[in-house]
């Protein structure tokens, strides 16, 4: 039991865990856009910026390597850089590199939104707030925990279809 641990294991280290993964088979969603020396930059690491609400506003550590750690590690590197950020203190080392941002609007009860890309990343995952809903699933009415997911991405290097695949992947991944 994670709990038992002092593993505080929510939905979103599984989100985490999930856009990690799914970044190495879609490398054109972690790279960037180098404008002065016009190329695309393809980053060999994933590091997933995670926005954290603090009493200065929105701030971005992020994670490092997160594709390499475990749902254990990534759930305590979460709480870790979160407390870091919210009790300030955090480094300017700790809000740079970031591949890719995951923001959970979900934390403050919010459903849907479009995010902003934060630059110089191409794309952005928000997550809503997971609550149970009817679905269909072979022709008949269940209830599953639904959790809405909101994807921005630079159409300069992705488009819709690469969107698409990518986040039924991170979706799969969820499932599963």
Known sequence: DYAKVGIKLTTMPFVIKSVAMALRNHPDLNSSLDLQHDRIVHKEYIHIGIAVDSDRGLIVPSIRSADRLSLPDTARQLAATADKVRNGNFSVSDLR????????????????????????????????????????????????????????????????????????????????
């Open 97 to 176: 590199g970031s591949t890719f941002t995951v923001s959970n609007l979900g934390a403050v009860g919010g459903q849907y939104s479009t995010p902003v890309i934060n630059p110089p990343e191409v794309a952005i995952l928000l997550v809503g707030r997971a609550c149970k809903r009817p679905v269909v699933v072979n022709d008949e009415v269940q209830v599953r925990l639904m959790m809405p997911l909101s994807l921005s991405y630079d159409h300069r290097l992705v488009d819709g279809a690469v969107a698409a695949r990518f986040l039924n992947e991170v979706i799969e991944y969820l499932e599963s």
